[in-house]
């Protein structure tokens, strides 16, 4: 199974305020992944890093924000949250190589009143 | 922009029949593919993948999926589907030498006792 967590798993939280989701692995991958994911749809990637200090975005535009300071934490950071967050947030990490896998972790749900 | 289609959004089997669930993508250059799946409350884990060789790859639990480059069609299949094969499941494409992974919106497989 792989190791990849992600805090909170669920988060309601008010229209303004600033939120960070957490995303760690411990399996020393250099590369990770954001996506965003509505029900029914695909999964649109928002955030990807190759490593320390490398963060690019992703095809969908987002309003949120990355940082890459240590190998295994990829935290996502909205300053001001909107009704329009609302979605499930997946960080996924990939060993790279001629054929990548990613793993997943479990997901945060985050719903902005 | 890359697409990754899977026109089937929810099935519904009874036990023992088979199973084909499609996937087709727009990249026109060489890919790795995968598909995942997402048992009720876990996390998506890897079900197979594709990247050169034969074109017909086995993976976990008893599904394959046959790589048609002619069709750019990655179909996923199963023989004889259990109540445990219920899960939603995703089908993802890597193009070669890109460091993005292009996902379907998913097929909610439902298999009925």
């Known amino acids: 199974e792989a190791d990849i967590y992600q805090t909170p798993r669920y988060l309601v939280i008010g229209t303004g305020k600033k939120i960070t989701l957490e995303c760690s692995q411990t399996?020393?991958?250099?590369?990770m992944y954001w996506y965003q994911q509505d029900p029914g749809m695909e999964l649109h990637l928002i955030h990807y890093?190759?490593?320390?200090?490398?963060?690019e975005k992703g095809d969908l535009s987002s309003e949120s924000t990355v940082s890459r300071i240590r190998t295994e934490h990829f935290p996502l950071t909205l300053e001001s949250a909107r009704p329009s967050h609302t979605s499930q947030y997946l960080c996924?990490?990939?060993?790279?190589?001629?054929?990548?896998?990613?793993?997943f972790g479990p997901g945060t749900r985050l719903l902005v009143l | 922009a890359q697409s990754v289609s899977q026109h089937n959004h929810h099935v519904i089997l009874s036990e023992a029949a088979s199973l084909e669930l499609g996937c087709n993508y727009s990249?026109?250059?060489?890919?790795?593919l995968f598909w995942y799946v997402q048992y009720p409350g876990q996390h998506l884990q890897l079900l197979l993948k594709?990247?050169?060789?034969?074109?017909l790859v086995k993976g976990i639990k008893g599904f394959e999926a046959e790589f048609i480059k002619s069709k750019f069609s990655f179909n996923l299949r199963k023989p004889s589907v259990q109540w445990s094969d219920t899960a939603e499941y995703f089908c993802?494409?890597?193009?070669?030498?890109?460091?993005?992974?292009?996902f379907g919106s998913g097929t909610k497989l439902n298999v009925k006792p």
């Open positions: 996924a990490s990939s060993e790279g190589g001629a054929v990548e896998t990613q793993y």
């Open positions: 399996m020393g991958h250099d590369k």
């Open positions: 890093s190759y490593g320390v200090n490398s963060t």
């Open positions: 990249y026109g250059g060489t890919v790795n």
């Open positions: 594709y990247f050169s060789g034969d074109p």
């Open positions: 993802a494409v890597n193009p070669i030498n890109f460091n993005k992974f292009y």
